[in-house]
């Protein structure tokens, strides 16, 4: 099992053609879980499944929250296992949860190589991280 919260650093930096997979179990009762890229001054992309309120919440932070992205569906469930895995794109973060395609987010911060902490926290248990 690996200790959450979870903190990896991007060798390198982020470049197009990069993925991530981790493998886990949802808590039993969760409230919050993320998945945060980051760079020195933010993120560049948060996935934000929230269990309070039914739906995942995307967005990037600079200082402050920008606009909220909402994909449509929530696939994670409380003490259900899971796969995310999250492939980077000259142009976007596209997200698959259990082998299906759940979002694409457009880059904000393009600066990619500076994208270098992958971060996973919150109401879950991780099994497995490949990046
Ligand atoms: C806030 C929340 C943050 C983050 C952000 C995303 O309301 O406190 O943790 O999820 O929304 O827009």
Not at 12 to 17: A, D, F
Not at 86 to 96: G, R
Request: net charge neutral; proline share 7%.
């Amino acid at each position: 099992m690996i200790p959450v919260p979870y903190r990896s650093i991007i060798n390198g930096g982020l470049k197009p053609g990069k993925s991530f997979t981790v493998r886990g179990v949802v808590s039993c009762n969760p409230h919050r879980i993320a998945f945060n890229f980051r760079h020195l001054l933010g993120i560049a992309f948060h996935y934000n499944p929230r269990f309070d309120e039914n739906k995942v919440v995307c967005n990037s932070w600079d200082g402050q929250w920008g606009p909220e992205e909402y994909p449509a569906g929530m696939p994670f469930k409380a003490g259900q296992p899971f796969e995310i895995y999250i492939f980077c794109t000259d142009h976007s973060f596209n997200v698959c949860v259990n082998g299906v395609q759940v979002h694409s987010y457009k880059h904000r911060f393009c600066s990619l190589n500076g994208i270098d902490v992958f971060e996973v926290t919150g109401d879950v248990q991780i099994n497995h991280v490949e990046a």
